[in-house]
């Protein structure tokens, strides 16, 4: 008989049902028309009912089949009981088919972190730029993201009534990444994707310095590295604080998978692991190809006055 699936492929796959449960409530809440938008830290830092919800249900449902592994989510709520309609027991059995890699075999659910954004650009969700939202389920181990599931849960939203609703995308390092079509951007064209509603100067400086022939301007982090992986921009840029490891958990596990590479503005990895500092205060560089000529480009003066 066949051994059981090693633990991380069965955290995937419940990651992933998981996943589908939460753009299910970012789709009720949204069309119930309430709402409930909170100002966090300002205008630009919000939460809502689905914010609120989805981080729910998703802790809820990891917790109870995973106990021992730890959850980090983005927004701070009480620790409630959870309603059973918020609980999503299933588990993708095309995930669980795939073998996992060695070197993750022996994982034991306390060494495992996964860090939770329950809907990655909220503030887009309020204004109705739907296909900017995600929500973002990152697995890491030894301080490094190793497994994620990126939910869009508008992916086709414009392509008319009858057109079938969302995405779930994900990956293992080592096994790959799938639900979507892996796409480089142009050859030789240099396309910038940076923050849409948290530009500063330093973040024009920086883009400036790269000469880019396009910038495109989006909400989510996850929203960025479905742009890199599917061609429509070259290089992800953010020379700012502001993003959170729960941001970059999920799709930096994604982008890795297939090849790519995601940093700070000074070149250093992101570390995952539970003690961790939660803001990556030195920004974000990433690209699913030609990493080096970005990171060649970036000036001194915004690395020195970004610290990590």
Request: aromatic share 6%.
């Amino acid at each position: 008989s066949m051994a059981s699936p090693a633990l991380l492929m069965r955290v995937v796959a419940s990651a992933y049902s998981v996943a589908e449960k939460a753009a299910t409530i970012v789709r009720n809440v949204m069309s119930a028309g309430d709402l409930g938008i909170v100002e966090k830290a300002g205008p630009n830092d919000l939460q809502t009912k689905a914010d609120r919800l989805v981080q729910m249900s998703i802790c809820a449902s990891l917790a109870r089949k995973f106990p021992k592994v730890t959850i980090i989510g983005e927004e701070e709520l009480p620790n409630d009981d959870v309603t059973e309609d918020l609980i999503e027991d299933g588990l993708c059995e095309e995930i669980l088919k795939k073998p996992c890699p060695a070197q993750y075999t022996g994982i034991k659910e306390e060494e495992l972190v996964i860090w939770v954004d329950p809907l990655d650009g909220t503030k887009e969700y309020t204004e109705g730029l739907l296909d900017h939202v995600t929500v973002l389920i990152g697995i890491a181990y030894g301080g490094k993201a190793i497994a994620g599931v990126i939910n869009q849960p508008y992916y086709n939203y414009e392509a008319g009534a009858n057109a079938v609703l969302g995405r779930t995308i994900w990956g293992v390092l080592g096994v790959g990444a799938f639900g979507f079509q892996l796409t480089e951007a142009p050859a030789g064209k240099h396309i910038v994707v940076t923050t849409r509603s948290h530009s500063s100067a330093l973040v024009n400086e920086c883009i400036s310095a790269l000469k880019p022939d396009t910038v495109i301007r989006v909400g989510g982090a996850g929203n960025k590295i479905i742009q890199l992986i599917e061609g429509k921009a070259s290089a992800y840029v953010f020379a700012s604080p502001g993003c959170k490891k729960w941001d970059t958990c999920a799709p930096e596990a994604i982008l890795h998978a297939v090849g790519g590479k995601i940093t700070d503005i000074r070149g250093n990895s992101f570390q995952y692991n539970k003690e961790v500092k939660h803001m990556n205060s030195a920004g974000v560089l990433a690209t699913l190809r030609n990493y080096d000529y970005y990171a060649s480009r970036i000036p001194n003066t915004v690395k020195e006055s970004l610290v990590p």
